[in-house]
């Protein structure tokens, strides 16, 4: 060891924090600088007591400190990465208010009237991109997230490229509506982003993973950006991943104006027409088309015959009128798509079929149908359909409910006759159908152009369809 490397550690060791060995520095100092001053030794290696020269020995130069001080920050940072639960139980009593229980700690990007949503990294991350662990597909709350320095990644992360959306969706992606609900967010936001598609998807239902879609949804997905739907799978509870660029949704389309969701359908109902080369020219319309979309099973009609024997008779009445009688359960997506188009008054029991309404032309109608008990008994969900004609820019035409049904043996505004109507059947009422589609139909006819709209203008750049 020369005397200037042993001076300059000497320095280093006087600015350390411990005490015992400040005052021991002090010495060895006071005692080389007396060995220089006494020109007693020049080149021969300074004696000092062992247990300090393995101290000194452990202090690197000042250059290799701070760039393996550096290196060791990174590795401390990248160990300290926090994984939170995906699912907040803190908040299981109010999951979907404010921030959610779904990333509890994060908050969204609210501007009025616009989707509310996440960006990472973003200005709010302070750049820092998300990344998500875990496997678990019934407990979200062994599932995680984290927010990381993008030169810090956690360990064992791998880091994926492209556009990630995350969705969050209280209720499920197998349900025509509610998995649309989930979707139209996300393609709001593209909308406002040169048509950004996603290069995977990760789907989370009270913060469990899924895997899939219903085949109409994935199909309205594929229509719209054109491209198959990949969802990330996790193979290992121990690998975190994290995105170059990650999307989230968990208020479905809360906050979005009107205009914006009406833009959305806009942009699904062309796109899945094209998807279905259903070109304008070549498939004839009807000046109006009135669809009865029938179910088998739960809400279904009790006597089938009689309700198409009204909806024929008021349609014969009006000029240019074609009724047609489908059923929701063996049409495939494109004959759906292609029906819609066709349709200017749609008849239908309550249930998930009716989310095709948005896939009608623009000022459409829809006639919905209730079994017994469902007005008390079924929550605000039994009036998703009236909300979605509206945000689609249809018209709900309004409801019947049948008065006749099973009877329950508790009374009728009691929770646990739902049980017993959950399922029932729907009559029909002769004289009220028949007024009914008059009127109706009486509405459409005045309205002058039926003839084709929403050849997507209006749209926005890079989305043109
Ligand atoms: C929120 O979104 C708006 C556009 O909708 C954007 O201009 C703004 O920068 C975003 N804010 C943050 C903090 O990300
Ligand atoms: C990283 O992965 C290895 C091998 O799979 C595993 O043994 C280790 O525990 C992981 N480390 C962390 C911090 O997860
Ligand atoms: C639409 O037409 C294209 C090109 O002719 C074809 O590749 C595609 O399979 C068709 N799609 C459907 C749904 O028929
Ligand atoms: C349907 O109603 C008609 C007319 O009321 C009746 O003649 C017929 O038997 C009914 N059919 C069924 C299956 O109930
Ligand atoms: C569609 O389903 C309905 C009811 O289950 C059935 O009556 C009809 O024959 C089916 N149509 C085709 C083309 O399979
Ligand atoms: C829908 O109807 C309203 C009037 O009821 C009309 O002002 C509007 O232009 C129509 N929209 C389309 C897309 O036809
Ligand atoms: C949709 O709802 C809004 C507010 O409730 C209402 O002003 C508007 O007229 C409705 N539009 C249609 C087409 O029903
Ligand atoms: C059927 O509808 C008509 C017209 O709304 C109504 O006057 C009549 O009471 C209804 N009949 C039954 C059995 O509910
Ligand atoms: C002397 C020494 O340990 N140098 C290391 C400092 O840190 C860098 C980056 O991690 C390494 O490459 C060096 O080997």
């Given amino acids: 060891m020369t005397k200037r490397s042993v001076s300059r550690r000497l320095v280093t060791c006087l600015a350390s924090p411990k005490l015992s060995l400040n005052v021991l520095c002090l010495v060895?100092?006071?005692?080389?600088?007396?060995?220089?001053?006494?020109?007693?030794?020049?080149?021969q290696p300074i004696l000092l007591p062992p247990s300090l020269l393995t101290y000194l020995n452990q202090q690197k130069e000042p250059e290799q400190i701070s760039k393996n001080e550096t290196a060791y920050l990174v590795e401390k940072l990248?160990?300290?990465?926090?994984?939170?639960?995906?699912?907040?139980?803190?908040?299981?009593?109010?999951?979907l208010e404010g921030h959610t229980w779904f990333m509890s700690s994060l908050y969204?990007?609210?501007?009025?009237?616009?989707?509310?949503?996440?960006?990472?990294?973003?200005?709010?991350?302070?750049?820092?991109?998300l990344c998500l662990k875990g496997v678990d597909e019934h407990d979200g709350s062994w599932n995680y997230y984290a927010l990381a320095w993008p030169q810090a990644l956690p360990v064992n992360a791998s880091l994926q490229e492209g556009l990630t959306f995350?969705?969050?969706?209280?209720?499920?992606?197998?349900?025509?509506?509610?998995?649309?609900?989930?979707?139209?967010?996300?393609?709001?936001?593209?909308?406002?982003?040169?048509?950004?598609?996603?290069?995977?998807?990760?789907?989370?239902?009270?913060?469990?993973?899924?895997?899939?879609?219903?085949?109409?949804?994935?199909?309205?997905?594929?229509?719209?950006?054109?491209?198959?739907?990949?969802?990330?799978?996790f193979v290992d509870e121990e690998k975190p991943v994290c995105f170059k660029k990650a999307v989230v949704m968990r208020h479905n389309e809360g906050g979005m104006s009107r205009e914006r969701r009406m833009e959305v359908f806009d942009l699904i109902r062309c796109k899945a027409r094209n998807y279905c080369n259903i070109s304008l020219s070549k498939t004839s319309k009807p000046?109006?088309?009135?669809?009865?979309?029938?179910?088998?099973?739960?809400?279904?009609?009790?006597?089938?015959?009689?309700?198409?024997?009204?909806?024929?008779?008021?349609?014969?009445?009006?000029?240019?009128c074609e009724l047609k009688v489908s059923y929701s359960n063996?049409?495939?997506?494109?004959?759906?798509?292609?029906?819609?188009?066709k349709t200017n008054v749609l008849v239908s029991?309550?249930?998930?079929?009716?989310?095709?309404?948005?896939?009608?032309?623009?000022?459409?109608?829809?006639?919905?149908?209730?079994?017994?008990?469902?007005?008390?008994?079924a929550g605000v969900g039994q009036f998703v359909y009236q909300w979605g004609a509206n945000w689609s820019g249809m018209r709900h035409e309004g409801s019947w409910r049948d008065p006749v049904g099973e009877t329950c043996r508790f009374p009728d505004t009691d929770r646990?006759?739902?049980?017993?109507?959950?399922?029932?059947?729907?009559?029909?009422?002769?004289?009220?159908?028949?007024?009914?589609?008059?009127?109706?139909?009486?509405?459409?006819?005045?309205?002058?152009d039926i003839v084709e709209r929403n050849n997507g203008n209006g749209l926005l750049d890079g989305c043109m369809c």
């Fill in 28 to 43: 060895v100092t006071v005692f080389v600088l007396l060995q220089i001053w006494s020109f007693h030794i020049t080149q």
């Fill in 78 to 95: 990248r160990e300290s990465v926090t994984f939170l639960p995906l699912k907040d139980l803190r908040f299981s009593n109010k999951p």
């Fill in 108 to 129: 969204d990007n609210q501007t009025k009237g616009e989707v509310q949503y996440q960006e990472f990294p973003s200005k709010s991350s302070k750049g820092r991109p």
């Fill in 166 to 233: 995350v969705s969050y969706n209280h209720y499920d992606y197998g349900n025509m509506w509610h998995g649309l609900s989930a979707m139209v967010p996300f393609i709001a936001w593209s909308l406002r982003n040169q048509c950004e598609k996603p290069q995977r998807w990760v789907l989370y239902h009270w913060g469990e993973l899924r895997f899939g879609m219903g085949n109409w949804l994935s199909e309205i997905i594929t229509a719209t950006y054109g491209q198959n739907i990949e969802f990330l799978r």
């Fill in 287 to 320: 000046r109006i088309g009135m669809t009865l979309l029938m179910r088998t099973g739960p809400r279904s009609f009790k006597n089938e015959s009689t309700v198409i024997n009204i909806f024929k008779r008021e349609c014969k009445r009006v000029e240019g």
């Fill in 330 to 341: 063996n049409l495939t997506f494109c004959e759906q798509v292609e029906l819609m188009r």
């Fill in 349 to 377: 029991p309550h249930g998930a079929q009716l989310t095709n309404l948005v896939l009608m032309d623009r000022n459409s109608s829809v006639m919905e149908f209730y079994p017994k008990g469902w007005l008390k008994l």
């Fill in 416 to 448: 646990r006759c739902m049980s017993v109507y959950k399922n029932g059947r729907i009559g029909y009422n002769e004289t009220y159908f028949g007024e009914w589609a008059r009127s109706v139909l009486g509405r459409v006819r005045k309205m002058e």
